[in-house]
T-cell receptor, first 117, second 120 residues
Framework: AQKITQTQPGMFVQEKEAVTLDCTYD???????LFWYKQPSSGEMIFLIY????DEQNATEGRYSLNFQKARKSANLVISASQLGDSAMYFC??????????????WGLGTSLAVNP | GAVVSQHPSWVICKSGTSVKIECRSL??????MFWYRQFPKQSLMLMAT?????????EQGVEKDKFLINHASLTLSTLTVTSAHPEDSSFYIC????????????????FGQGTRLTVV
């Protein structure tokens, strides 16, 4: 079963508008972390924002905010005031421990965001 | 944020040769480094986890003899694709995690720029 689910393969948004990218997760761990990354066509993986499972406040980083709803196990990324440069793939990832107690990231399949002028 | 540098950015090699990819943490000590492979339009697939000074832990299905990982220092891990074949052509990317530090240094937040390998 998919542990990280990104239900939107592709999204369009008008420049200067806000957009929400969905991410739901599944874990039985009490301690975990949630990450969002941006991957432009160049391939680099750009860290955007992090939310720890014990953080009570939603994380924010500039135009990025993470709408963390623990009971629903969702960690949606909100991008405000979209810019043309925001066009990229966006990945949601969860850090958890595997059967050997090793920490690793579990990845969603990604959402391709296109910002229209 | 922390800087992770990966080299080379792209490489073309002949079938049967070996290719080495370097992953360096420039401003922190990376006790753990992760190597991923990414096929076009797909998500990242974890290949192996390397801890400084010890053998790498490979994910199921990854050939350890083909993908040699060395993590000899706290700032450098290398991935060597041995006897490369066209099916090894892919995008390889590393990430690094520090320890004993607070904040994001102790997470898997930071990635190298990635290496696009083409085997001809």
């Amino acid at each position: 079963a998919q542990k990280i689910t990104q239900t939107q393969p592709g999204m369009f948004v008008q420049e200067k508008e806000a957009v929400t990218l969905d991410c739901t997760y599944d874990t039985s761990d009490q301690s975990y972390g949630l990450f969002w990354y941006k991957q432009p066509s160049s391939g680099e993986m750009i860290f955007l924002i992090y939310q720890g499972s014990y953080d009570e406040q939603n994380a924010t980083e500039g135009r990025y905010s993470l709408n963390f709803q623990k009971a629903r196990k969702s960690a949606n990324l909100v991008i405000s005031a979209s810019q043309l440069g925001d066009s990229a793939m966006y990945f949601c990832a969860m850090r958890e421990r595997d059967a050997g107690n090793n920490r690793k990231l579990i990845w969603g399949l990604g959402t391709s965001l296109a910002v229209n002028p | 944020g922390a800087v992770v540098s990966q080299h080379p950015s792209w490489v073309i090699c002949k079938s049967g040769t070996s290719v080495k990819i370097e992953c360096r943490s420039l401003d922190f000590q990376a006790t753990t480094m992760f190597w991923y492979r990414q096929f076009p339009k797909q998500s990242l697939m974890l290949m192996a986890t390397s801890n400084e000074g010890s053998k790498a832990t490979y994910e199921q299905g990854v050939e350890k003899d083909k993908f040699l990982i060395n993590h000899a220092s706290l700032t450098l891990s290398t991935l060597t694709v041995t006897s490369a074949h066209p099916e090894d052509s892919s995008f390889y990317i590393c990430s690094a995690r520090g320890s004993g530090a607070l904040g994001l240094m102790n997470t898997e937040a930071f990635f190298g720029q990635g290496t696009r390998l083409t085997v001809v």
